[in-house]
């Protein structure tokens, strides 16, 4: 206690010019450390974007494997896999083939073929296009907000092992009713070296009541994995989980590539200027979205 005392005697004889110096220096130095740590805590957003975005530069030749799974399979669709490939020209034409279907993106036009359904679209929103082609790559729009990831998510990253495997996670602030699991969340593997995704993994979470006539059954298969929870007035819910699983295959950049899908092999104008299907393509049906009601 003696040396305490000391030491604050001391300090309060400090003369008063040097004493405000010195308080000044303390808050300008708890000012900066402060930046410094707001600055850092970005850094996680920014290298996840980076991740997800900077592979997309033309030109660019890119294979996945998507695929679906859920922890309660109800039909078919919940679990699934679909290959794609997609392609990016230096002037900015775009093309997807993803499963049954392909779309191509010009600067003026954008068409998509189902083969399922035997169908050809032709539409003029090249917008919408260009960014439904992201989305079923898996990645962000590369003018996707920081900001608004932020507000919307956590962030976090782990090292995997020595060969520069690395992982962004970024995780819903909103939780699910009555738990403390994030609604969303989205993992991303990486190479480090590179900084290009290996593979992206979407996780959806929603809440679904249980009749009370399986409420035991659902207990005693799925409690002890943290998959349901009781909520008042409600019931036993389960947690139900949706995961899409984007595996990158193969990332190429090489130019001068042709695109696999032109136009002319589907579509042709007549004389009235209006798109008509080529004579070998008969069996597929015609919607021009500008001439839909």
Known sequence: MKNIKNK???????PGKKLKCYLVFCFQFLGIYGMAQQVDSLKLYKDFLSV?????????????????????VVNAHDTSTVTG?????????????FGEMEQLVTDTLAFWINHTLKQVIVD???????????????????????????????????VINSKSLEKLEILSREKLAYTDQSKRSINVLYNSQTAEPIEITTVRRTLIPIAQEDSAAFLNKY?????????????LCFVRE??????????GHKA????PLKLSDYLV???????VLVPGKSNYTLKDMDLTD
């Open 8 to 14: 604050t005697q001391a300090f309060s004889l400090l």
């Open 52 to 72: 997800c975005t900077q592979y997309q530069v033309a030109p660019l030749q890119l294979r996945i494997t998507y695929n679906t799974q859920t922890n309660l």
């Open 85 to 97: 490939y997609f392609q990016l020209s230096q002037n900015g034409d775009a093309y997807m083939r």
């Open 124 to 158: 003029r929103n090249v917008t919408d296009a260009r960014n439904r082609i992201k989305m079923y790559t898996g990645g962000f729009s590369s003018d996707s907000s920081i900001k608004n990831l932020v507000t919307m998510f956590s962030a976090n990253h782990s």
């Open 223 to 235: 409690g002890r994995h943290g998959a349901t929870v009781s909520i008042p007035k409600v019931g």
């Open 242 to 251: 949706y995961k899409g699983v984007y595996t990158y295959q193969d990332i």
């Open 256 to 259: 001068g590539l042709s695109m």
């Open 269 to 275: 104008k007549n004389n009235s200027g209006s798109f």
